[in-house]
């Protein structure tokens, strides 16, 4: 056979970061090869947002209002950046137990790769599609007359803050794809994902439910992105009195961080009890 | 033993899950340059054995050297030399055949120019150029399984662990598969395959090591192993149970070891040596006492037979027991 390669230098601590990083982007292109392969599953994720825009904008957007005034659309748009990135967790967790049960993460675990690769490359191209759907998204929006009167460096932070809480996720959604059985139980996850994106100010106020359900929505880590992208991008917030709402800044940086540190360790474990 | 002549060594393997011992003192000594069968029933942990020998799960006691590294200590160095084909395909489904080869050649630390040369050679080996740039979704059974041999070949591994590379596949996929580890073998590769498929053990493994409760019970080769539960077995079928202890002298005179009687059917067996002569010895004396022989013939154990005898139980049911008849008229 003439490509036997029995290069030990990877196990030199100097190369160990090159090859992490290396590593790291050959897992996350072949994520991005689908996307690429399957434009139509962009499609289908954008389709539920898109689709809530224009049901929530044209056929209710008439009837609500925004507590405080203010354009019911332009409330809205934020919601729906936000939600998008809080449902986004299921495709981290769906690539998960897809990888897992096909065995796809073993043949990496037996291979001579960086064992960090297989998350860093799922983390790094959650991160670009997500960035992805973000502009399809402030398209939509921009077309419809959604505007952002917040100036460049604003816009941009608040954008930020909306990957912040998505990068945030990914490990949620690591943790939830290597706890989930099989590819069928992933389908039920909508289940879970669907109230964490909707009992938020996503499409209404907390302060125009009933008060525990207000509370509840209040201190959902999406509100807290969702206001401060609403007030970076200058569209009416809506804030209500509680504290988490007036901190809306603070806690849209302080949520995803305490996710980050509680599930990074909880996703590191599952995936070393892989080999048990 | 001398660890620089085997591919594999496993000594003392002790892996449990709970209260159940997957394995219990498993030990296997896999000379370079073989095919080693691994068969044992459902359960058995084959499964669990090759995991732990491709660094994929940690051990409970024992030691095991791969290539002549420590599956533990040195499992990156034991990576570099193995390839892995686990129970279930493990190729990218969206991606083409080639893509899917490409990713893990890089993986491999080849570098593009090298991973892109090493794709295409080991497409045209496993017969997948047509098909390269396929999405593998679109590939059958035998292809998939195939690409997968390929994707663990990738660095020319000096050992090859395969869990039941066949499983699920038609025969026409199983052939194909089978024909791609033969010229894996015939270019040095040592390979430890699990099969659930006697005949498959059969057709490709030079030694056998049956498993059972976590431990190897027999190790040999396959015709060994047969030898082992008694060879070439004389088998006379009477018309009537009367004569059941006549035709016992008969078979008593020229069997290798003690004949056995089943009344219920009327049936002798004796294992024999010098079995035309046997055959032939039996047959004219049962003819001269004038008594009724429904059948007679040779018949040789199957692994199957190996395998009930050794372990006590039945193999999978999938196995039908095929058996090789003489057959004499009587
Ligand atoms: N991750 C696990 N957790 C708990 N028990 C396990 C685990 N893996 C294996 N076992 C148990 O260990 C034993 C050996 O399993 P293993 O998968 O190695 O068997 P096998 O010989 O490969 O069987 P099969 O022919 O069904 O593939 C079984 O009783 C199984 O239930
Ligand atoms: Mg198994």
Redesign the interface.
């Known amino acids: 056979?003439?490509?036997?390669?029995?290069?030990?230098g990877?196990?030199a601590p100097e190369r160990r970061m090159y090859?992490a990083l290396?590593?790291g982007w050959?897992?996350a292109?072949?994520t991005l090869?689908?996307l690429i392969?399957?434009p139509a599953n962009i499609a289908w994720q954008l389709g539920f947002p898109i689709v809530s825009v224009l049901l929530f904008g044209y056929v209710f957007g008439s009837a609500m209002s925004v507590p405080g005034g203010g354009d019911y659309r332009e409330y809205l748009m934020p919601g729906m950046f936000g939600m998008t990135m809080a449902m986004g967790f299921m495709n981290t967790a769906y690539a998960v137990v897809i990888d897992t049960?096909?065995?796809?993460t073993?043949?990496?675990?037996?291979?001579?790769?960086a064992p960090s690769?297989p998350v860093t490359g799922r983390g790094l191209a959650d991160i670009v599609s997500a960035s992805v759907d973000l502009l399809v998204l402030a398209v939509t929006a921009l077309v419809i007359g959604w505007r952002s009167d917040g100036g460049f460096w604003a816009t941009l932070a608040a954008f930020g803050l909306l990957l912040w809480l998505r990068f945030a996720l990914i490990w949620i959604g690591i943790w939830i794809g290597l706890m989930t059985p099989n590819e069928e139980a992933a389908g039920s996850l909508f289940a879970v994902a669907f109230p964490f994106a909707m009992i938020s100010s996503v499409f209404v106020a907390p302060s125009q439910m009933p008060d525990w359900l207000g509370a509840v929505a209040a201190w959902n880590p999406v509100s807290s992105t969702v206001t401060a992208a609403r007030e970076l991008f200058g569209n009416p917030a809506a804030l209500g009195d509680s504290w988490i709402e007036q901190h809306a800044m603070l806690g849209a940086i302080v949520w995803p961080l305490a996710i980050t540190l509680v599930f990074v360790p909880l996703a590191v474990r599952r995936f070393q009890r892989?080999?048990? | 033993m001398s660890t620089s002549s085997h591919a594999i060594l496993a000594e003392g393997l002790q892996k449990r899950y709970g209260e159940k011992r997957a394995l219990d003192g498993f030990d296997l000594a896999v000379p370079q340059g073989t095919v080693y069968g691994l068969l044992g029933p459902n359960g058995a942990g084959k499964t669990t054995a090759v995991r732990i020998l491709a660094t994929l799960v940690r051990l409970d006691g024992g030691r095991a050297e791969v290539a002549g590294h420590d599956v533990v200590r040195e499992a990156r160095k034991v990576r570099r030399r193995i390839g892995f084909t686990g129970q279930f395909t493990a190729v990218d489904e969206i991606l083409t055949g080639r893509q899917n080869l490409l990713m893990f050649g890089r993986l491999f630390h080849l570098g593009t120019a090298r991973a892109a040369a090493r794709a295409d050679e080991l497409l045209h080996q496993f017969d997948l150029a047509e098909a390269a740039d396929k999405g593998t979704k679109e590939y059958s059974g035998g292809m998939r399984r195939r690409l997968d041999l390929a994707a663990s070949m990738i660095l020319a591994p000096k050992v090859l662990f395969l869990d039941e590379p066949t499983t699920g596949l038609d025969p026409r996929g199983r052939n194909e598969v089978w024909t791609a580890v033969r010229s894996l073998v015939s270019g040095g590769t040592t390979v430890l395959l699990t099969t659930q498929y006697l005949d498959e053990a059969d057709q490709l493994a030079g030694r056998v090591a049956v498993i059972d409760h976590g431990r190897v019970i027999a190790d040999d080769t396959p015709a060994a192993l047969k030898r082992r539960v008694g060879g070439d077995q004389l088998e006379v079928v009477l018309e009537e149970a009367v004569d059941l202890p006549v035709a016992l002298q008969a078979l008593a005179r020229v069997a290798a070891g003690r004949p056995e009687v089943d009344e219920k059917h009327r049936r002798v067996t004796a294992p024999v040596e010098r079995r035309v002569a046997a055959l032939t010895d039996v047959a004219r004396a049962l003819q001269d006492e004038g008594i009724g022989v429904e059948d007679i013939g040779l018949r040789r154990p199957t692994l199957d037979e190996v395998f009930l005898r050794l372990t006590g139980h039945k193999a999978e049911p999938e196995q039908a027991v095929a058996t090789e008849r003489t057959e004499v008229p009587a």
Do not use: C, E, Y
């Not at chain 1, 073993?106 to 790769?113: K, L, N, Q």
């Open positions: 056979m003439s490509t036997t390669i029995l290069d030990d990877v196990d090859w290396a590593d050959t897992v292109r072949r090869t689908h392969r399957q049960t096909k065995g796809v073993d043949r990496f675990r037996s291979m001579p790769m690769a892989l080999s048990r």
